[in-house]
């Protein structure tokens, strides 16, 4: 299972888009920032699953968690945007919250740094944006073979104009 990490999208759905069609997935995660941008993107592939948790520029809503569990070809993936975590500080208190899940994969974004790493049993990935900014558009992919797992990041290719 191919799975594609967005998060801070801040209106850039075309950035979105041409991932997705580049890379074909068969799931998508949106981790907040803005959300209106996770329905748009909704729309143009109804056909791939999308779960998406709340961020901090998108106002307290009753339809969308701040924090959520997913579990995916039976590893558990803890998705938040990271800002009720401190995450700008230090992401301590996210990786906490990962291991009190007992995840194996924990996702967010709000800091705009894209970052990937494996430490003592849990990959932890933010995505960075999609929108682009200093260091460019990037986003995430989880990739589950078996009992395999490996998370990585990818540069987007912006699209013209945006």
């Excluded at 401190?86 to 906490?96: I, P, Q």
Aim: proline fraction near 5%.
């Amino acid at each position: 299972m191919k799975i594609l990490v967005f998060s801070d999208s801040h209106g850039n759905v075309p950035n979105m888009e041409q991932a997705v069609r580049s890379d074909r997935p068969d799931y998508i995660l949106h981790l907040g920032d803005v959300n209106s941008d996770a329905r748009a993107l909704g729309k143009l592939f109804p056909s791939i699953p999308m779960e998406c948790v709340c961020g901090n520029c998108d106002g307290r809503r009753p339809d969308l968690d701040e924090e959520k569990v997913l579990e995916l070809e039976g590893r558990r993936i803890l998705m938040m945007h990271g800002h009720t975590r401190g995450v700008k500080v230090g992401m301590s208190r996210a990786v906490w919250a990962a291991r009190e899940a007992q995840a194996h994969i924990l996702l967010f974004g709000h800091t705009h740094e894209a970052f990937c790493e494996y430490q003592h049993g849990l990959w932890i990935l933010n995505p960075g944006t999609i929108r682009g900014g200093w260091g460019g558009a990037t986003y995430g992919v989880i990739s589950l073979e078996g009992a395999n797992t490996v998370c990585y990041l990818l540069k987007a290719d912006p699209v013209p104009g945006r």
